[in-house]
């Protein structure tokens, strides 16, 4: 069991508890909260949520991460009479974390809130730095708020019901985190590999609070992504294109993302080709494929499309060496011509 503060610059503070049971959120909520997860997270652990009368439920993936989502929310917490005192807590995977968070910091101007994650991608990542929000118009978290959740609580035994495939993708933000900012991590995964993907309890929460770490300690000198935060997006400017044009997992394609990223870094920054085999192979074993077969025209139109990359360069993450990153701004041509030309 382990307790991990994140202290930002902005005066905000989020406390991280990692290994503890669902039992523990009672005395962690200032008070009754009204919970707020989907219908999956409720069908298998809804007997073992904190008193409360006041559950809401909302459905899963994506297409509920949205602004009628959050306004059918809205419309329940008036009919609860819920005031400036109301506490939320959301317990559930990523969507149900960005969708009450962005809930909590809007409702009434914003009320307090805490977390529950449930998924491996959510402990890992999704839960911690107080980014949370909807998606709009076809783009992914396009509306949100900076907003500390007033502790995070990751019960890693929840994770023996996730299927496979999440767990792959919060196993790829695992590696995403050794590679930008700690050696020692990444080669603690590669030596746990067997036993992280068994969920051994004492690697996962080892693991998770590894990456909790890194994250808390990222997001606490740049909370607001002026700098330091945007090494968060290693292997995700193209994992993003991938993820859209061939339709894979998130951690599928962040995972290729960050092979070529490693790649272009070994031309960029004189990062080894021994580091980028190291990355290859901690894919595999961590059940993700290094490359992905995809219309590699479409891909960079993809990127080129992407709103969030409007103007001629991106700050594009490389890194010098595992455990080490930095961030260029590479022109999106450069970019392009590298990815059409890659021997993958
Ligand atoms: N705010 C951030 O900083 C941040 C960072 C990374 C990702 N995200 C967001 O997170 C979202 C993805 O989150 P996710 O990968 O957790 O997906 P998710 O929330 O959709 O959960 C995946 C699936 O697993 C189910 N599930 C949840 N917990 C389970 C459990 N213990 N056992 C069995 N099934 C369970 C869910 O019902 C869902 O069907 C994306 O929308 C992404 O944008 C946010
Ligand atoms: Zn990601």
Do not use: W
Request: glycine letters at 12%; charged letters at 20%.
């Amino acid at each position: 069991m382990s307790c991990i503060v994140l202290d930002t610059k902005g005066g905000s503070k989020s406390t991280i508890f990692v290994g503890q049971g669902l039992e523990s959120l009672d005395g962690l909520c200032p008070s009754k909260p009204v919970i707020i997860t989907d219908n999956r997270v409720r069908e298998l652990y809804g007997s073992r949520f904190p008193k409360s009368q006041m559950v809401l439920t909302i459905g899963q993936g994506e297409a509920a991460k949205t602004l009628e989502t959050v306004q059918g929310l809205y419309g329940r917490l008036m009919e609860l009479g819920g005031d400036r005192s109301t506490f939320i807590l959301g317990i559930g995977g990523g969507i149900v974390c960005d969708v009450a968070g962005f809930v909590a910091s809007t409702f009434l101007r914003g009320v307090n809130f805490g977390f529950a994650a449930t998924t491996l991608l959510a402990q890992t990542d999704a839960s911690v730095g107080g980014k949370n929000g909807v998606n709009f118009a076809g783009y992914k978290n396009m509306v949100g708020t900076f907003n500390q959740p007033l502790f995070v609580l990751c019960d890693t035994g929840l994770l023996a019901t996730l299927p496979k495939k999440e767990l792959a993708n919060g196993f790829a933000e695992i590696i995403k985190h050794g590679c930008i900012a700690d050696e020692a991590y990444f080669e603690f995964l590669e030596a746990n590999a067997n036993k992280a993907n068994n969920l051994d309890q004492e690697a996962i929460n080892a693991l998770v609070q590894g990456s909790v770490k890194i994250k808390a300690g990222v997001v606490s000198r740049d909370e607001l992504e002026k700098g330091e935060r945007t090494k968060l997006n290693f292997g995700h400017t193209i994992g993003h294109a991938l993820e859209k044009v061939a339709g894979i997992s998130h951690g599928q394609a962040v995972a290729a993302g960050m092979v070529l990223a490693a790649k272009l870094s070994a031309a960029r920054t004189g990062f080894a080709q021994e580091g980028v085999a190291r990355i290859e192979n901690l894919v595999r074993a961590m059940g993700l494929a290094p490359v992905i077969d995809a219309d590699r025209q479409k891909v960079i139109d993809a990127l080129f499309k992407d709103k969030k990359l409007a103007g001629k360069a991106v700050r594009f993450v490389l890194l010098k060496k595992i455990g080490q990153s930095t961030v260029e701004k590479i022109p999106l041509d450069e970019l392009a011509d590298f990815y059409l030309s890659a021997s993958l």
